[in-house]
């Protein structure tokens, strides 16, 4: 009943906020960004031509009518088509969706089991040697650009090493992948028993979410080390070690008066780490749908980049969603999620 | 993750997991029994039809679509072999007659040339070819149109005519272009429907043409697979598969050349051409460029219709300095709008050499004597306009006149050049034919209804020219005419010509056969593999 009435209110909010932003950015690529027409006119095009390409992408219209009309479909689950692929802009998401889920999932749940565990020790040893060292790795791991930190990694690996394969894409060039079930070729070779492919799948996974894992890890110990030291100086654990209760103990109430914070965070985290998860998939061609956003928005290909801003909105909302109303579910003492 | 297990296993339980996955991360290298070849490009094709053009559809569609005539070849003196502009033969039509007024062309084709899918070639693939650019309206019509060309219709099995307008000498090398394709249309027809008369949509995602090659497998984002086409009429190719790879990072794609595990890669940067030369993991292959690298200058706004302002701005230009700092050494002095690579091509009426002291006389003539001021305005669409407005303007302001740099985005560019509006009065902008035929290159540049003469340089002598010559048939007569016309255009100056960029390819040092094309994309079927 409490979580029918948080569900309720929050999705009355979702309408009108993926409104504004689908506004905002139709607005955006119209006024400020690339012009497609030119690009798909070609260098022999007349000024006849042009004007027939405007009109079949329909950038002839007042601007205001192209939103409604690109919003009257919207409703019925046409994205419109990509300029530059010509397939309809939602089955082109659809298709990329799991690619970069995956990457993302892997990248920030490695990420995560390395920063948690991390920064809860050194909030039960603050100055140490530990902390030192953590705050050290942690300010690394965030000041790294990540179109960088990925090309670095190929270098060094890769070209100098040998260790890893070439960032040439999902799976090695020879291999077959393993047909579709949910979209990863590690998974689905998986479920399918195809030990070439899930190898060859799991072996270029590991440099790219090795990448986003270095990058989330660093927010995530910084974080969890301020929410675990809040924890720690607070009411619960005084009392507990008033009370002379074993270290083991205390640290356990650290855990479970942390989890509620550091599982917001990182739900914050994932839908931050959207963009840079696109920027690896470019230095390392995963072709996801952080590349075909990267793409369509240098292409000036609008129903594309409108659409994939859309998933995006949607996408966050969707995690803050599942994650506050885990919280409402789990967490007791609240009758509203923060 | 309970209590101290987790802490300390979860941080190396990571680590071990991370080095186990490099360890035995093996690069996948299986021996193939047939020849691949593995080109890393910017990004797969979106498209197969030359007439709806899509980002990488240019650098594909002339694998697979091959012409009725092609360009014949001689050996350059350094030994490798080039396109003899002069000379064009047949290929998939095996000679053709042209009608005593010019107008009508006959060609006869090749017997017994197959697509991938079995079906011969016949007049009627060509007619429907046509009937289907001439319909849609794109690049391929304008072609059709520049060539006068207004109808195709099949005569026999194996004769086909073309009507022209009126003669056109630039029919013939029109048709060594990947537009209008000429398609199997036995095949093609089998998946139109009614709303899509002409297959466009199943044209996207397959090929069905007469060329060495022929689309197999395509994964968007990911790679597109070419086969040999089984049919072919001439020999079969070295290469029986290309793997078409997107790469999108240009640093990766030069890292994988490097490391040998791609064979070609698409459009190096001059940087890393330059960082490529002496290192012998990479063979670099250069040509003469075709686009030249000029600031335009719009007769139409003050000063610039002054002939002594145009003049002056060439004589205050040190090329060779452009040519080092903004191609790295890699450009040829441009000195006709015609490049250097086109039949016709004549450099002897360039007379601007650098000198600033001659300049400072012509504006001081003109009326200019401290020099003027104007905007020089460029944008992102090539990587050479900035640095090269840069170096311009700061050596105009030698000699007095300041050119400011203005940026303006591409699209703005393109738009304000387009016909009917071309109103930037100073601008750098980068075109080159695609045909390697003097009368084509001049008229499109610089003829007063040329689509591409972006800054409106007009003079009705050197129209006359070119209509002329558009219709001279005989090419020493031709020849003549473009060579006047070029005169005409150099005295004029109209473009503040600076260099013609050389073009580059990088690929695998074991690869060899690479002949240079002037669509600026490589041919596969050229390319073979030497061992060593």
């Known amino acids: 009943m409490k979580v029918r009435r948080f569900l309720l209110r929050r999705l009355i909010f979702i309408v009108p906020l993926l409104l504004g932003i689908v506004f905002f950015t139709f607005m955006l690529v119209r006024i400020g960004g690339q012009d497609p027409v030119e690009m798909l006119a070609g260098p022999t095009a007349t000024q006849a031509h042009i004007d027939l390409i405007e009109r079949e992408l329909g950038l002839d219209q007042p601007l205001l009518s192209q939103f409604l009309i690109y919003i009257g479909n919207v409703f019925t689950g046409n994205l419109g088509d990509s300029w530059i692929s010509s397939q309809p802009v939602l089955d082109d998401i659809l298709r990329r969706a799991p690619i970069t889920l995956e990457l993302l999932f892997w990248g920030v749940g490695l990420g995560a089991l390395i920063g948690i565990p991390v920064g809860l020790r050194v909030a039960g040893r603050p100055d140490s040697w530990f902390d030192q060292c953590a705050r050290v790795v942690s300010l690394f791991g965030f000041s790294i650009p990540t179109y960088w930190l990925g090309l670095v990694m190929l270098f060094v690996f890769f070209y100098l090493l040998g260790w890893a394969p070439p960032g040439i894409g999902r799976i090695g060039l020879v291999v077959i992948p393993p047909e579709t079930i949910t979209g990863s070729y590690l998974i689905d070779s998986l479920l399918t028993g195809d030990w070439e492919a899930a190898h060859s799948a799991f072996s270029h996974l590991v440099l790219p979410v090795t990448c986003i894992a270095i990058i989330s890890a660093a927010p995530i110990i910084k974080h969890t080390r301020a929410i675990a030291l809040e924890v720690y100086r607070g009411d619960a654990v005084r009392f507990a070690r008033a009370s002379g209760l074993p270290r083991r103990i205390v640290r356990r109430i650290v855990m479970r008066n942390s989890t509620v914070p550091v599982m917001t965070f990182v739900g914050t985290e994932i839908t931050g780490l959207v963009g840079t998860t696109s920027l690896i998939e470019f230095v390392f061609a995963w072709g996801g749908l952080g590349q075909y956003g990267l793409n369509a928005i240098i292409s000036g290909d609008f129903a594309a980049v409108q659409g994939y801003v859309l998933f995006l909105a949607l996408f966050s909302v969707i995690v803050f969603l599942i994650i506050d109303l885990t919280v409402v579910i789990i967490e007791p003492r609240s009758s509203e999620a923060t | ?532």
Request: a negative charge.
């Open chain 2, 1 to 532: 993750m309970v209590g101290v297990l987790s802490r300390t296993t979860g941080v190396l339980g990571a680590a071990a997991l991370l080095g186990t996955g490099l360890a035995v991360a093996l690069p996948a290298v299986t021996a193939s029994a047939e020849e691949t070849l593995l080109v890393a490009a910017t990004a797969v094709p979106e498209g197969f039809d030359g007439d709806a053009l899509r980002p990488g559809t240019q650098n594909v569609v002339p694998q697979v679509y091959e012409n009725l005539v092609r360009y014949g070849r001689i050996e350059g003196e350094d030994g490798r072999t080039y396109l003899d502009p002069s000379a064009i033969e047949g290929h998939l039509a095996e000679s053709w007659e042209v009608s005593e007024d010019g107008t009508r062309w006959v060609f006869t084709l090749r017997e017994g040339i197959l697509s991938p899918y079995g079906n011969e070639l016949t007049a009627d693939d060509v007619e429907w070819s046509w009937n289907k650019s001439f319909d849609q309206q794109r690049t391929g019509n304008f072609i059709a149109r520049v060539s006068n060309v207004e109808s195709v219709e099949a005569l026999s099995d194996y004769e086909v005519a073309f009507n022209l307008s009126a003669p056109s000498s630039i029919f013939l090398p029109a048709l060594t272009l990947y537009v209008p394709g000429i398609y199997d249309s036995t095949e093609v027809r089998s998946h139109a429907t009614d709303e899509d008369p002409w297959a466009l949509e199943w044209l996207e995602t397959n090929t069905a043409g007469f060329g060495a090659y022929h689309l197999d497998t395509l994964r968007p984002d990911e790679m597109a697979v070419f086969v040999a086409n089984p049919n072919y009429f001439r020999d079969q190719p070295f290469f029986d598969r290309i793997v078409y790879r997107e790469v999108p990072s240009a640093a990766s794609r030069a890292t994988l050349l490097l490391t040998g595990d791609v064979d070609w890669i698409d459009r190096p940067a001059v940087q890393q051409v330059v960082e490529f030369q002496g290192d012998d993991r990479v063979k670099i292959e250069d040509s003469p460029g075709r686009a030249m690298v000029a600031a335009w200058m719009n007769p139409n706004f003050e000063p610039f219709g002054d002939v002594r302002v145009r003049q002056a701005l060439n004589y205050a230009i040190d090329r060779e300095e452009i040519i080092d700092s903004v191609t790295r050494g890699t450009g040829d002095v441009a000195m006709s709008v015609v490049p250097p690579i086109v039949d016709g091509y004549d450099p002897s009426f360039f007379a601007y050499d650098y000198d600033p002291d001659r300049a400072r006389e012509l504006l001081t003539e003109a009326g200019y004597p401290d020099g003027f001021e104007t905007e020089l305005l460029y944008s992102d669409l090539w990587w050479w306009l900035e640095p090269f407005t840069i170096q311009v303007s700061s050596q105009l302001s030698e000699v007095g006149v300041t050119a400011t740099p203005t940026r303006i985005t591409g699209s703005d560019m393109r738009s304000r050049s387009a016909p009917a509006v071309r109103d930037m009065p100073f601008f750098v902008f980068e075109s080159g034919p695609i045909i390697l035929d003097p009368v084509y290159t001049l008229y499109l540049l610089a003829h007063s209804e040329g689509v591409s003469n972006r800054s409106d340089y007009s003079n009705p002598d050197f129209d006359a020219l070119i209509d002329e010559a558009r219709e001279t048939l005989d090419r020493d007569a031709r020849l003549a005419l473009t060579t006047d016309a070029q005169r005409i255009w150099m005295e004029d100056a109209p473009w503040l010509v600076a260099a013609y960029p050389r073009t580059f390819e990088a690929m695998a040092p074991d690869i060899v056969g690479w002949v240079p094309y002037p669509d600026v994309h490589e041919r596969w079927y050229d390319l073979r593999r030497v061992e060593d």
